[in-house]
């Protein structure tokens, strides 16, 4: 009777320490969603208030009277605010978007062969790859900056494209080539058997299972190239070539801030990496379950 008793009580103790380590995990990201969200929040309250109002102390968390003008402004082509702001818009849409399908282009071939073939200093040439992200990028600014100037390239937005790529295809071919070591070969020793080159076979087998792989080293390369600063801001001078982030700094003055236009433009820049992610996520999901289907 003591030992039924002793038993039953033993999973009870255990399933209140589970249960004590669940609450503690569900406390911690509570706490990590409110650190995220509150600036997301401040943000957007803060775009919709005046000038005025923006500068108030103490700060107000809703503005007495909202208004939509910063976002009417920023989306009106016909003043000169609207009309830069729409072209650092389209400037960092057509350059992440370049550097993204240039880096896959890249990536995919250069990952398949480190995970699929053997040849002379293939580990090494693998690991200096990422040698690169040993080292801030702050660091190779003025090389690269010498480099682009020398062969013509400065206040063009091939110099930010050649840039990101090198900086985002170590990561890239990194992340794929892991991908492609949890393929089975034996899949496309298979169709090889039944007739299938090995390029029919890359194609045809290796290709659609590496779809969650290929969508989450796009999302990263194209975050990586939308966000970028520094680079952006030394290598292009030109106002017509500007892309969002060196952009923004219009709305900075020697006397003054438009916080709330400011705030509007940051929200605008962040929506299309959301609505990817938020697109792609639902497409990496599917995949995942169609390759674990057809495995």
Known sequence: MSTTAESATIPTRRSKRVDGWRWAGR?????????????????????????????????????????????QKLLDPQNSVGADFLHFFWNSLYVSTLTTILGLV?????????????????????????????????????????????VGLVNTHGSLIITYLTFGLPLAIWLLKGFYDNIPI???????????TRFQAFVLIVMPLSVPGIIATAIYSFIGAWNEYIYAYTFLNKNEQLTLPAGIQRFFSENTTDFPGLMAASF????????????LQRSFVRALTEGAVKH
């Not at 005046?50 to 107000?60: H, I, N, R, V, Y």
Request: charged share 10%; no cysteine.
């Open 27 to 71: 406390i911690f990201l509570a706490l990590m969603l409110f650190y995220t969200a509150v600036p997301m929040i401040w943000m957007l309250l803060t775009s919709v208030k005046s000038g005025f109002a923006a500068m108030q102390l103490p700060p107000q968390w809703w503005p007495d009277e909202p208004t939509l003008s910063s976002y």
């Open 186 to 196: 034996q899949l496309e020793q298979a169709a090889r058997i039944d007739g299938a």
């Open 268 to 279: 605008l820049m962040s929506v299309p990496v959301v609505v990817l992610f938020l697109v």
């Open 106 to 150: 890249v990536a995919v071939p250069a990952a398949y062969a480190f995970s699929r073939f053997s040849f002379p200093g293939r580990n090494f040439l693998f690991f200096s790859v990422l040698l690169r992200n040993m080292f801030p990028a702050v660091i190779f600014l003025i090389p690269l900056f010498i480099l682009m100037r020398w």
